[in-house]
C-alpha cells in the first residue's frame, strides 16, 4: 500500500474562515510534507515534519499552520486566507526526511478555493 | 540555491514514437532525482528515483538517467501512447537542508 490520502478533495472557504486539511498514511513512513501548486506551476515546498517535529517552515504567513498530531497524520489549518492562497494543497510521506533512498508518495491533493 | 529547468515545455508526438525529456540543475549536491507524473487536477506519481550514486533506473518502457557532474538527468519514454499525455515532473532533492526542488514541468500529449 503506497497510498497517502487527503481530505477534503475540494474545499472552498470565505477570507474570515477557519478550516483544516487533514493527510494521512499508514507505510510507516516517518517524513511528511505540504506542498501548494497554483495552476500551471511546478509544486513548492511549504513545511515538512520529521518524527513529528517540524523541520522545515519554508517562510509561510502564519495563517497556515501546520500539525503533526502523531506519525501517521499531518494537518494544515487554516484561518484568514487570501484569495490568492488558492491553488492545489498537496501532502506527501517518505520513510524518512533524509538519505537518497527515499521515494516521495503524493496524495491527490485538496483544491482550495479562497473567495 | 538549487535550480531546476525542465526542456521542452511541451510535446507533441504520435503515437508509437520514442522520446526524451531533459531535466537540469545548478547544484549537483544532490541525495536523489526524482520523476514524476501529474494529470490535469490530480496529485503527483511517482516514476522513478535515481539515488546520487546511480547512474539509470528502468520501470518498463521508462528509463531515467543521471549524469550528476554535469547536472543533467533525461528521462526516455519508449513506444509512446495516449495514455502517456500527462505533465512530467523532475524533483531534486539537495544535500543541504533536504528540500525538494522541483523543475516546472514538461507537458506530453502523445497522438492517437
Known amino acids: 500500500d503506497t497510498e497517502v490520502t487527503q481530505t477534503p478533495k475540494h474545499l472552498v472557504m470565505g477570507m474570515t474562515n477557519k478550516k483544516s486539511l487533514k493527510c494521512e498514511q499508514h507505510m510507516g513512513h516517518r517524513a511528511m510534507y505540504w506542498y501548494k501548486q497554483k495552476a500551471k506551476k511546478p509544486p513548492e515546498l511549504m513545511f515538512v515534519y520529521s518524527y513529528e517535529k517540524l523541520s522545515i517552515n519554508e517562510s509561510v504567513p502564519s495563517r497556515f499552520s501546520p500539525e503533526c498530531p502523531n506519525s501517521s497524520l499531518l494537518n494544515l489549518h487554516l484561518h484568514a486566507l487570501q484569495p490568492e492562497d488558492s491553488a492545489l494543497y498537496l501532502c506527501?510521506?517518505?520513510?524518512?526526511?533524509?538519505?537518497?533512498?527515499?521515494?516521495?508518495?503524493f496524495g491527490a491533493g485538496t483544491r482550495l478555493s479562497v473567495l | 540555491k538549487q535550480e531546476v529547468t525542465q526542456i521542452p515545455a511541451a510535446l507533441s508526438v504520435p503515437e508509437g514514437e520514442n522520446l526524451v525529456l531533459n531535466c537540469s540543475f545548478t547544484d549537483s549536491a544532490i541525495y536523489n532525482l526524482q520523476w514524476f507524473r501529474q494529470d490535469p487536477g490530480k496529485g503527483l506519481t511517482s516514476l522513478l528515483l535515481i539515488q546520487s550514486s546511480q547512474r539509470e533506473q528502468t520501470s518498463g518502457r521508462l528509463n531515467a538517467s543521471l549524469d550528476k557532474s554535469s547536472g543533467r538527468s533525461t528521462l526516455y519514454i519508449a513506444a509512446s501512447q495516449p495514455g502517456d499525455s500527462a505533465t512530467y515532473l523532475c524533483?531534486?532533492?539537495?544535500?543541504?537542508?533536504?528540500?525538494?526542488?522541483f523543475g516546472a514541468g514538461t507537458r506530453l500529449f502523445v497522438k492517437a
Open positions: 506527501a510521506s517518505s520513510l524518512t526526511s533524509s538519505g537518497g533512498a527515499n521515494i516521495q508518495y
Open positions: 524533483a531534486v532533492r539537495s544535500t543541504g537542508g533536504f528540500k525538494t526542488i
